[in-house]
């Protein structure tokens, strides 16, 4: 485990009382463990601008009645296939199936592969997780 660093932080007392809230909200045991958390997903968010390779999940709902949308989403994930680690399909309903596509890659090819499948018509919802490969932060 890496060294751990104390430091002081100055901020002006309602910042400080807004940030307190947010902390208990969200059940933080600590300022530590907020600040800790803020500043990796801020580190991730930086890994998904330069270009290193980054790791996330792709979400999509859709019917699967509509047997060409799920031929396409089967095509685009198998001409991408070096960017997709596993795939869940779950069956929500008589109708309904959500999808969710692990990710590794660069994050423009990433970026690229989500909103083709999320461009897609019949698509009802499609969303990308930004996680990381955990290498860097
Ligand atoms: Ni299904």
């Not at 330069?50 to 709902?61: C, D, M, N, P």
């Not at 090819?109 to 989500?114: A, D, S």
């Given at each position: 485990m890496s060294q751990v660093v104390r430091f002081g932080v100055s901020l002006e007392k309602e910042l400080l009382a807004r940030f307190d809230n947010l902390i208990e909200d969200?059940?933080?045991p600590n300022r530590s463990e907020a600040i800790r958390d803020l500043i990796r997903e801020?580190?991730?968010k930086k890994e998904?601008?330069?270009?290193?390779?980054?790791?996330?999940?792709?979400?999509?709902?859709?019917?699967?009645?509509?047997?060409?949308?799920?031929?396409?989403?089967?095509d685009i994930?198998?001409?991408?296939?070096?960017?997709?680690?596993?795939?869940?399909?779950?069956?929500?309903?008589?109708?309904?199936?959500?999808?969710?596509?692990?990710?590794r890659g660069k994050p423009g090819?990433?970026?690229?592969?989500?909103q083709k499948m999320r461009a897609m018509k019949e698509?009802?919802?499609?969303?990308?997780?930004?996680?990381t490969t955990g290498k860097s932060i």
């Open positions: 969200k059940d933080y801020t580190l991730v998904w601008t330069k270009g290193r390779e980054v790791a996330g999940a792709i979400t999509l709902v859709y019917n699967h009645h509509k047997r060409e949308l799920v031929n396409k989403l089967m994930q198998h001409d991408f296939h070096q960017l997709i680690i596993s795939t869940q399909h779950i069956h929500l309903d008589h109708s309904n199936c959500l999808e969710i596509v692990v990710v090819e990433v970026e690229g592969l989500f698509v009802k919802h499609g969303s990308l997780t930004m996680a």
